[in-house]
């Protein structure tokens, strides 16, 4: 799986737009992932480039790196494929001297709350009410790992 990873440029801004549709109540439209590909310090991978299943997208900062989107297609569940990218882009960061590798994620979503635990992912706090949903809010979960501390089996 791991061989049909590979960085996003531009041209995949329409692709993650509709992956981000199937993912996520309030998709990125097209231009912002224009916007943010173009910024020197994100970068994007997408897994199965030529039959696009899912992508991620990363801010890097000094010695620090976030997530700011991942998404599957509704399809492509369950086969391992956020695990490839997270994975995927650790080398990347091991190979950059990134140190803390960080994210947020809502906490109503345990697909994405169990993907990131089951890679050592921890709580290290927590924006109450953060996110907007139709019957009430969500909590913005803030979760970090350490990049050198990171140990899994598909590592
Ligand atoms: C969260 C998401 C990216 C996971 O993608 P995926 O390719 O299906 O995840 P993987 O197959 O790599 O799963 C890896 C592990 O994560 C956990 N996991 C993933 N989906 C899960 C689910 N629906 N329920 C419980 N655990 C889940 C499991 O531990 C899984 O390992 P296992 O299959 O061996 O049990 C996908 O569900 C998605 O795109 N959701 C919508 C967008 C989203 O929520 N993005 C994250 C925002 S922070």
Known sequence: MIQDIVQAGVEHASVMEALHQDGFDVPWSEQSFMDLLA???INGWIAGPTNPMGFILIRTA???????????????RRQGLARSLMLYVLRSLKENAVKLWHLEVADDNGAAIAL???????ESGRRAGYYLRPNGHADAVLMT???????????
């Open 145 to 155: 790992k350490q990049v050198n501390d990171f140990r899994s089996t598909s590592d």
């Open 116 to 122: 990131y635990q089951s890679l050592g992912f921890s």
């Open 39 to 41: 910024q020197p310090n």
């Open 62 to 76: 000094a010695d620090e790196a976030e997530v700011l989107t991942l998404a599957v297609g509704a399809s492509h």
